[in-house]
């Protein structure tokens, strides 16, 4: 019986670690809802230190933009709509993480049903720095809907 208990725990502990995710991955989603917080909160300081000092965005507009734009936009008084973020995919290329997915962006009138939310495919690419990795491009396209 001791011996079955200790197979069946092997067993647990191996399928858990084959199956979850690295802790690399799981840092990844905690930076993607972070960075969402911090942007739906207006934080221009905390943005600064999470987006690299190249960080570039090709915006749903079609816009290429950086963070001086983006954070004199933001102290200008502009708020960016809630987005649901909805990560599908993350891929890992030695010190880079590349995150696919969707993204629901709340709409001007701001209404909740997020059946009226604008759908959008989004791409972000982090960096692994010596301490910490770092958000260092966006791309984000708004979905024709048919």
Same mark, same amino acid.
Request: glycine share 4%.
């Given at each position: 019986?001791?011996?079955?208990?200790?197979?069946?725990? +092997?067993?647990?502990?191996?399928? #858990?670690?084959?199956?979850?995710?690295? &802790?690399?991955?799981? @840092? $990844?989603?905690?930076? =993607? /809802?972070?960075?969402?917080?911090?942007?739906?909160?207006?934080?221009?300081? +905390?943005?600064?230190?999470?987006? #690299?000092?190249?960080?570039?965005?090709? &915006?749903?507009?079609? @816009? $290429?933009?950086?963070? =001086? /734009?983006?954070?004199?936009?933001?102290?200008?008084?502009?708020?960016?709509?809630?987005?649901?973020?909805?990560?599908?995919?993350?891929?890992?290329?030695? &010190?880079?993480?590349?995150?696919?997915?969707?993204?629901?962006?709340?709409?001007?009138?701001?209404?909740?049903?997020?059946?009226?939310?604008?759908?959008?495919?989004?791409?972000?690419?982090?960096?692994?720095?010596? &301490?910490?990795?770092?958000?260092?491009?966006?791309?984000?396209?708004?979905?024709?809907?048919k």
């Amino acid at each position: 019986m001791k011996t079955f208990s200790f197979l069946l725990i +092997s067993f647990i502990f191996v399928t #858990s670690l084959t199956f979850g995710q690295s &802790n690399d991955e799981q @840092e $990844i989603r905690r930076l =993607e /809802k972070h960075w969402t917080e911090l942007l739906d909160n207006g934080d221009t300081t +905390s943005l600064l230190k999470i987006w #690299s000092k190249d960080y570039v965005v090709n &915006n749903p507009n079609g @816009e $290429i933009v950086t963070p =001086e /734009k983006i954070i004199a936009l933001m102290k200008s008084g502009h708020k960016f709509p809630k987005v649901e973020r909805i990560i599908e995919r993350i891929t890992f290329n030695q &010190n880079i993480a590349i995150v696919m997915g969707k993204e629901l962006q709340q709409p001007a009138n701001m209404t909740t049903n997020q059946e009226e939310w604008i759908p959008r495919r989004f791409t972000n690419v982090w960096i692994r720095t010596e &301490n910490c990795w770092q958000l260092t491009a966006r791309q984000s396209s708004e979905v024709i809907r048919k």
